[in-house]
């Protein structure tokens, strides 16, 4: 019996997306390379390379069952073609955010801090297939990396943007939720001034809005507009602790306060049973808008 949240890729239920991580993993094993599977929707090489299966399971998914296994040797011949020795093309750099346990590892340079705990580290995206850089060695300079990594971040065509409360019953508990059909959803939160402009087309307030990072394709804005905010922060805790552990993915159930000149602390640390609300944070945060409308006033 399939469990209805067990991982499914685009186009594939539960069991083709299993038959497919599995028949990947074996054509690879075949064409020398080993693998573990990444977030139970993609594989991981053991040269650093991650390769998304989304598109080979959006081809299975309009062919006859019979030309699958053709299909996925193929397209994984070509995706291994590309060379993880090369210095990326300019026009590929972006960012992706790890964890500190990932960043721990792997991590030998100083890698930008956009949420507390997670690090937006270099990476570059090919056709079917990302590079992530722990080092430099292909990349060159650090500062001119990000540079342009960021820059090509900001360009990407815009994430699809839904606004809706989190919590009916709550008046002003709106959220800007901002899907990308990219791998670097998520990480669009080192550019989130930008993206606020362009997406919601709101100013950053000088309280700072939430943010929330439940999975590697989305970023979750609120805009905090009265006392109700640590209501709303804790419900798009809940909120993003429940998309965090069924959709494929994962990187972090927390709430963040981001401020205008980006630095950010976390508001609420969710577990699977309970949250942790910084009261401190907490109370800044109700105090700052009354502190910007007075400003104003004067």
Aim: net charge negative; hydrophobic share 40%.
């Amino acid at each position: 019996m399939t469990h209805i949240d067990e991982p499914k890729l685009p186009g594939l239920n539960a069991t083709d997306t299993r038959w497919l991580l599995n028949e990947a993993q074996r054509v690879l094993t075949e064409l020398g390379h080993s693998s573990s599977v990444l977030d139970g929707v993609a594989l991981a090489l053991a040269d650093g390379r991650e390769l998304g299966l989304d598109n080979p399971a959006r081809t299975l998914s309009l062919m006859p069952r019979r030309r699958w296994p053709r299909a996925v040797r193929d397209q994984l011949s070509t995706l291994l073609a590309m060379r993880p020795d090369q210095r990326p093309a300019t026009a590929d750099l972006r960012v992706k955010l790890w964890p500190t346990e990932r960043a721990d590892q792997l991590l030998t340079y100083d890698a930008l801090e956009p949420l507390p705990g997670l690090f937006a580290v270099l990476a570059a995206q090919g056709k079917g297939a990302s590079h992530e850089f722990g080092e430099l060695d292909l990349v060159g300079d650090r500062d001119e990396a990000y540079e342009t990594a960021l820059t090509n971040l900001a360009a990407l065509p815009l994430p699809r943007h839904t606004r809706r409360r989190v919590d009916p019953r709550v008046r002003g508990s709106w959220v800007e939720f901002l899907d990308s059909p990219d791998a670097h959803g998520a990480a669009r939160v080192v550019v989130l001034p930008e993206v606020l402009r362009r997406v919601p087309g709101t100013d950053f307030p000088i309280h700072g809005v939430l943010v929330a990072v439940p999975t590697k394709f989305e970023l979750w804005v609120h805009v905090p507009v009265d006392e109700d905010v640590i209501h709303t922060a804790v419900t798009m805790s809940w909120l993003a602790h429940k998309t965090r552990s069924e959709e494929p993915y994962p990187i972090s159930p927390d709430v963040f306060l981001v401020s205008p000149d980006m630095k950010a602390v976390r508001l609420v640390r969710s577990h699977r049973k309970s949250c942790e609300l910084d009261e401190r944070v907490a109370l800044e945060l109700l105090t700052a808008p009354e502190s910007g409308r007075a400003r104003e006033a004067g």
